[in-house]
């Protein structure tokens, strides 16, 4: 039988290689919601939203996009309950641990971004084993924004240059915002040209507030665990009919 998969497995005919964002990041709203519609405990719909993400990075790479964001755990993620916090710390582990090789195999590179410092110990080394082991791949960029804040990563950069104005290594006249993009967690990569959110939630969270300047933005109503290749596939139709300005007429 032919699966929606399987049918989208190359880039569908009605979008324009030449128009595609280079650069996606994500929201990945509504695991919990997903799971209380089944009367499943919550924590399933995490590992339902593994599925999800893991799809969605083959599809970058299948469809020639070469990089994703995701917001995978806030600073403010801490407030939930604590065995909610203590599973997805977990899962965080062992997701790293089993799909390691894989993404080894398929070319893509993986980077944390966040306060990686407050994690658990054991996630920690995980984190910098996988980032150490796909450095050279090419593929795709996998960014995953771990114990992430929009407003503490500014507040940090502008800590780090005060601190070089202070010390005398800077000028405050020095300072633009090419500069201050280099103090950030995300310095190594470019701004994200579209950014999804599902679960029909109208808002950024705290996520990315600095590089989402000019980012197009898309509105799924579906859950994140349903989102596979055809709402991936209806959202990019909706970036392409879209005309970026910059400001400009």
């Known amino acids: 039988m032919t699966t929606p998969h399987t049918l989208l497995r190359s880039l569908p005919s009605d979008l324009d290689p030449n128009r595609l964002p280079r650069h996606v990041a994500a929201i990945m709203d509504g695991n919990g ?53 203590e599973f997805l710390m977990a899962l965080f582990e062992k997701v790293l641990n089993h799909e390691l090789s894989e993404m080894v195999d398929e070319g893509v590179r993986i980077r944390f971004v966040g306060a990686l ?9 995980a984190i910098e084993g996988a980032m150490a082991a796909t450095e050279a791949n090419t593929a795709v960029e996998f960014t995953v924004a ?5 407003r503490q990563e500014i507040v940090n950069a502008c800590r780090e240059l005060a601190e070089q104005v202070r010390t005398g290594c800077l000028l405050p006249e020095q300072i633009d915002e090419k500069l201050f993009a280099e103090h950030l967690y995300t310095r190594e990569l470019s701004d994200p040209d579209l950014l999804i959110r599902t679960s029909g939630e109208q808002r950024l969270s705290n996520y990315l507030l600095w590089q989402l300047a000019y980012t197009e933005i898309y509105v799924a109503d579906v859950l994140w665990p349903d989102f596979d290749r055809a709402a991936f596939h209806i959202a990019l139709q909706s970036y392409q009919g879209r005309q970026r ?5």
């Open 33 to 85: 919601r997903w799971a209380s519609k089944r009367n499943l405990p919550r924590v399933m719909g995490h590992q339902a939203g593994v599925s999800a993400l893991k799809e969605l990075l083959r599809c970058c790479k299948d469809w020639g996009i070469g990089a994703l964001t995701v917001y995978a755990f806030s600073t403010e993620n801490w407030k939930r309950p604590q065995y909610e916090v």
């Open 117 to 125: 410092a407050h994690l658990p110990g054991a996630l920690q080394s």
């Open 146 to 150: 771990t114990n992430y804040g929009g």
């Open 245 to 249: 300005r910059f400001g400009k007429v």
